[in-house]
């Protein structure tokens, strides 16, 4: 038994005109002050007095959003009291409106206590609305959120079931401001969602599904939205891979390039989605031994032609790397100025870290403490995993 | 082979416990210890409890309780033989049947979450032993 989760998704050129047909009289949008600064918050509250919905914005959130920052929207939550939460931007915002809303929800829970174990009560005092900025993350379509512990210096996910959005808004329009560095960045996320859901031990013929489509649609238009933020057909279709691989991930699970992703972001604070890029090739070489097939029916659907698997796969890590060159990013942590000092000093908790990471788990090759460590040196030094 | 669930099972478990290097650096510093709850169904007779003691990657002690013997700890597992049967012998992932109910895990949630891995290495360790089934 299993199952797939997953909100209304609604998608495509002015998607966000579906704010228009909501009920009800109030809304909190949850923001950054980039998305405000960029006049998207005024098109979403324009749409939402249109449905004669009143709002306010907290638009503080933070990248890698805190425990604090999700607390002081818990405050807003308790004195406003809307019926409406939206989470707007990219998976900070998206996450801390999904976290806070959920501890408002169940007022006798802890951060901590919001467990894949344990369920929890929402859309009782409001429902919540995902509007997507970015092509990555997926936030706005899982049941997962990512909150960084401010006393432990961790990033901890939590997850429940119940915590779907009623709604994902997938605008592609939303996403044209979105630079070149952000765009690949976030690009990278989708990839390394797709690749560590198909390979993983929890995935499924559904998630399967969507992850399939999504790599193609990456592969092809990644290149064309970095090199072109107004290519219209290019962005759509990021913005579409993007939640199509947050329903296939969110609906399994990802691996070791997220616990290395999670770790590095929180100790060095460089962005989630450009460590994942980094790691994914190390991490395709890694689990060659255990999911060759797979990853060779991943390299299939990009154009790949090899028969033997493990060439297969291993050409699935070379054009990975292909594709970062193309969106200029880096191909080891050392060239993303991580010093060699600062790493050592800095390598046993990275370690610790990724072996605690929740995401790690569910990586189909079991990993010892020694791969772990083995695969950071490839990782900091650019050289293949070939262990 | 090692009838499950009995007492030799629990040693055997230990050994192999002891002898996972995943689960050890997983568990460095985990401390707390388990009940495994086998819940009678249509093979099995009568509940059965398997007591483990974790304490920084090592299993100190385990074994069956005795028929009605009741012991407090840290966090139990629980479900019907027929469940375990199905996570031993890799049928049946642990972590899902935790989230699909059909084990039952009570103690501290957000600590289990914290070492996800070690439990992960844990129910690994169960399909390390030639188990005997009823």
């Known amino acids: ?387 | 082979m090692v009838k499950f669930p009995s007492d030799d099972w629990a040693k055997a478990y230990m050994k192999a416990l002891n002898e996972n290097r995943a689960y050890e650096d997983a568990a460095l510093d985990w401390e707390g210890d388990f009940l495994f709850v086998i819940d009678p169904d249509d093979k099995l007779k009568q509940r059965t409890a398997i007591y483990l003691d974790l304490h920084h990657g090592k299993c100190r002690e385990a074994y069956v309780l005795k028929p009605g013997e009741e012991k407090k700890t840290s966090f139990v597992i629980e479900a019907p033989y027929g469940v375990w049967v199905r996570v031993i012998k890799k049928e049946l992932d642990a972590i899902r049947g935790l989230m699909t109910g059909k084990l039952k895990l009570k103690g501290d949630m957000a600590k289990v979450m914290r070492y996800t891995k070690a439990a992960q290495e844990m129910v690994n360790t169960t399909t390390a032993i030639q188990s005997e089934f009823l």
């Not at chain 1, 169940?106 to 409001?126: G, H, Y």
Request: charged share 25%; glycine share 6%; aromatic share 8%.
């Open chain 1, 1 to 387: 038994m299993w199952f797939f989760i997953g909100p209304k998704v609604v998608f495509g050129e002015d998607a966000l005109d579906y704010l228009e047909q909501i009920q009800g009289s109030k809304a909190l949008i949850v923001t950054d002050r980039v998305i405000a600064d960029l006049g998207i918050v005024d098109r979403v509250r324009e749409k939402l007095k249109t449905a004669g919905i009143e709002c306010e914005v907290f638009d503080e959130v933070e990248p890698d959003p805190s425990d604090t920052t999700v607390f002081k929207i818990l405050d807003r939550l308790k004195d406003y009291e809307p019926d409406w939460i939206v989470g707007l931007g990219g998976g900070s915002s998206m996450d801390a409106a999904k976290t806070a809303w959920v501890l408002w929800e169940n007022p006798e829970k802890r951060l901590e206590d919001i467990n894949a174990f344990t369920p929890v009560s929402v859309n009782q005092k409001a429902r919540l609305i995902t509007i997507t900025t970015t092509s990555g993350t997926g936030s706005e379509v899982t049941w997962a959120t990512v909150v960084t512990d401010t006393r432990e210096h961790r990033k901890m996910i939590l997850m429940a079931k119940e915590i779907v959005p009623f709604a994902a808004i997938v605008d592609p329009k939303l996403t044209l401001s979105m630079p070149p560095r952000l765009t690949a960045v976030t690009g990278l996320d989708a990839l390394t969602h797709v690749v560590e859901s198909y390979i993983n031990s929890w995935k499924n013929d559904f998630s399967d599904a969507f992850a399939m489509k999504a790599i193609q649609f990456i592969f092809e238009y990644l290149p064309r939205a970095y090199k072109n933020g107004e290519d219209m057909e290019a962005r759509t279709k990021m913005a579409n891979a993007a939640t199509m691989a947050g329903l296939s991930f969110g609906n399994a699970s990802v691996g070791i390039a997220h616990g290395v992703a999670h770790s590095v972001g929180a100790v060095f604070g460089l962005p989630h989605g450009l460590v994942c890029g980094v790691a994914l090739p190390y991490v395709i070489e890694y689990n060659i031994p255990t999911s060759a097939k797979y990853l060779a029916e991943l390299a299939e659907l990009i154009g790949i032609r090899e028969r033997d698997e493990r060439r297969a796969a291993k050409a699935l890590a070379e054009r990975t790397r292909k594709l970062l060159r193309e969106i200029e990013i880096p191909l080891c942590l050392k060239d993303l100025g991580i010093g060699e000092k600062e790493f050592r000093e800095n390598f046993e908790r990275l370690v610790r870290l990724t072996i605690q990471d929740a995401s790690s788990t569910l990586n189909p090759r079991t990993f010892t403490r020694e791969d772990i460590e083995k695969i950071y040196e490839c990782i900091y030094y650019g050289r293949e995993v070939d262990f």
